[in-house]
């Protein structure tokens, strides 16, 4: 890989893997909604801003002065994971706009189209295939992921690669998010007790270093037509999981299990854990342990996440 397209370039995800290649040389061409999102990458040479929302995507090849590109990342996404994932009309047009994305890679001429699902895509494949009437909020962000699967994968076809990772939990560095990660290690930096459900049920959570490395290798090696998920080869439980964080963080800080029922959201069988290995030979390999405490250690120096209420 030479070139690469990124878009969300000053996000969590695609801000890391936009890191992840300017460090390895690659020219990366960072598309975001403003010039501030994309600060921290300008002091790299190879890299090149586009300052466009999803509404300039139909220009981007004009904005844009290059027929050689590799890869066409696409990890924009309107609001977030939080209030609005039951925004329909926000998650409407977050899958529009992967509409629009594509379109413009297949205009650039790129080789290949990368696009940054969600595992709670196995959700709504469990819906559909049971008719299940038991549907939380999250169900209208992550079947606007699926429908851009399908519209990406329909407009891809004979005009260029297309492959896809779909991410579970992810946490790390720079992400100001107060998704579930966040919550669980403020709360107990700031010695809160956090109310739990039972924590029986698989559960994955992923440091961001892994998740760039994953995309960087499914845009080098994936296999086009291929959606990869990106986590464990290896299964934990969420009370595994949150019990190893509290023993790193606060260890005297009692876990209240079960202050909530498990809900089973989708069906494991669905996942294909060993694909992404297989198919690109990249594994989640980063110490769980250590990548918590860096994680720690930078919500703690935060000031953003330092104010954040809980």
Known sequence: MRKAIITGAGGFIGGALTELLLEKGITVYGVDISEKLLERHSDKENFIPVIADFSKYSELHEMIKADDIDVFYHFAWAGGFESSISNYRLQLDNAKSCGDAITAAISLKCKRFVNAGTYNQYEIASILNSNSENLRPTCIYSSAKTTASIICKTLAADKIEYCAGLIPMPFGENNRSMQLPNVLMLSLIRGISPK?????????MVYIEDIAKAFEAIGKRGKSGSEYYIGHRIKRTFKDIVT??????????????????????FDESL????????????????????????????????????????
């Open 196 to 204: 739990l459900i039972e924590g029986n049920n698989w559960y994955d």
């Open 244 to 265: 190893e964080i509290r023993d790193i963080i606060a260890p005297e800080i009692e876990l209240r299990f079960g202050e909530y029922k498990d809900h089973k959201v």
């Open 271 to 310: 996942i294909d854990f060993e694909k992404l290995y297989i198919e690109t030979g990249y594994e989640c390999v980063s110490d769980f342990g250590e990548t918590i405490k860096r994680t720690v250690e930078w919500l703690r120096s935060d000031p953003i996440m330092k104010e954040k209420q809980i």
